[in-house]
């Protein structure tokens, strides 16, 4: 059973730095991409960042410059560095393994977290 269980959110203040990290467990053969996802109230859920397996990464506009998304040298793993935090980035964030097969499966299919809170207010 593949599960992405987040960690790190909290409370900070506007100009602060927060760290999150997602870890994927369960019999993983290979992912092709992780990534954070945010969903503020009464909004979308948008895309905040991506790596890919052959470390390409793309940050929304919004995040550029200011977040940073690695993997911590593991397939597994996923984390996202935030600094220079406005109270526009509270949200929920969340974890997403895309394109993610398991050992003894040819299917592949998108996964996801449960979600860690980022509030940024001073």
């Known amino acids: 059973q593949v599960r992405l269980v987040e960690s790190g959110g909290g409370l900070v203040q506007p100009g602060g730095s927060l760290r999150i990290s997602c870890q994927a467990s369960?019999?993983?053969?290979?992912?092709?991409?992780m990534g954070w996802y945010r969903q503020a109230p009464g909004k979308e859920r948008e895309l905040v960042a991506v790596?890919?397996?052959?470390?390409?990464?793309y940050y929304a506009d919004s995040v550029k410059g200011r977040f940073t998304i690695s993997n911590d040298g593991s397939k597994d793993t996923v984390l996202l560095q935030m600094n220079s935090l406005k109270p526009e980035d509270t949200a929920v964030y969340f974890c997403?393994?895309?394109?993610?097969?398991?050992?003894?499966?040819?299917?592949?299919?998108?996964?996801w977290g449960q979600g860690t809170q980022v509030t940024v207010s001073s």
């Open positions: 369960g019999s993983i053969f290979s992912i092709n991409a």
């Open positions: 790596i890919r397996s052959s470390g390409n990464e």
């Open positions: 997403k393994a895309e394109g993610l097969r398991p050992y003894g499966d040819i299917q592949m299919r998108d996964y």
